[in-house]
């Protein structure tokens, strides 16, 4: 009964790594989303996925690439790192409930600095 | 663009007391939900409560409630009863059929003792 899995909890890098934020869920869900968190903006997304093979730009895509080749699956990755990319990131995924209903099932979300 | 407006950052409330969480969104769309979601310090995002745009009815969920003003555009949360663990981070969120969230800036709950 994992839910989604969301790794690492914690990462510092350093202006221009790269890396990969790792999200996987259990539930079959058709849809994953990446946010940010940021203090006074709430949560803005980054990228989303209605399912395997298909992504889409949110509110916030520069700086960051997803891929969906499985409906487990939706890394988030980090090319050349900023300072402007220290946030709290969050992995969620959703179903459609009868009726059009749908909850966001989040991660426990990923506490990144950039020095 | 849909937006979603909390406008108290923060908020205090003593324990056992009441206190309600302001949210507005804008949209053009008449068939939507809204979300309240509880962050607490482990920063996992918690669903609180939720409203179908289409139902009359506020949505209740033991000590929590809404108030639910659909030509107001308004959808304000009470938390009756306040408890120590009810401190969180509390954000608003909209979502019209086959949309993406859209999430409000958050409203800091401190509960006093």
């Known amino acids: 009964n994992a839910g989604v899995t969301q790794t690492p909890k914690f990462q510092v890098l350093k202006t221009g790594q790269s890396m990969t934020l790792q999200c996987a869920q259990d539930?079959?869900?058709?849809?994953m989303s990446w946010y940010r968190q940021d203090p006074g903006m709430g949560l803005r997304l980054i990228h989303y996925s209605v399912g395997a093979g298909i992504t889409d730009q949110g509110e916030v895509p520069n700086g960051y690439n997803v891929s969906r080749s499985t409906t487990e699956d939706f890394p988030l990755r980090l090319l050349s790192a900023a300072p402007s990319q220290t946030s709290v990131y969050f992995c969620a995924s959703s179903y459609r409930e009868t009726g059009g209903t749908e909850k966001l099932f989040f991660g426990s979300g990923t506490q990144l600095s950039v020095l | 663009a849909q937006t979603v407006t909390q406008s108290q950052p923060e908020m205090s409330v003593q324990e056992a007391e009441t206190v309600t969480l302001s949210c507005t969104y804008d949209t053009s769309e008449s068939d939507y939900y809204l979300f309240w979601y509880k962050q607490p310090p482990s920063r996992q995002m918690i669903l609180v409560i939720r409203?179908?745009?289409?139902?009359?009815q506020n949505a209740t969920e033991n000590r929590f409630s809404v108030n639910f003003q659909k030509a107001a555009k308004s959808f304000s949360l009470k938390i009756s009863d306040s408890q120590l663990g009810d401190a969180a981070m509390y954000f608003c969120?909209?979502?019209?059929?086959?949309?993406?969230?859209?999430f409000g800036p958050g409203t800091r709950l401190s509960v006093l003792p």
């Open positions: 969120a909209y979502r019209s059929y086959g949309q993406n969230f859209v």
């Open positions: 539930m079959n869900h058709e849809y």
């Open positions: 409203q179908e745009a289409y139902k009359q």
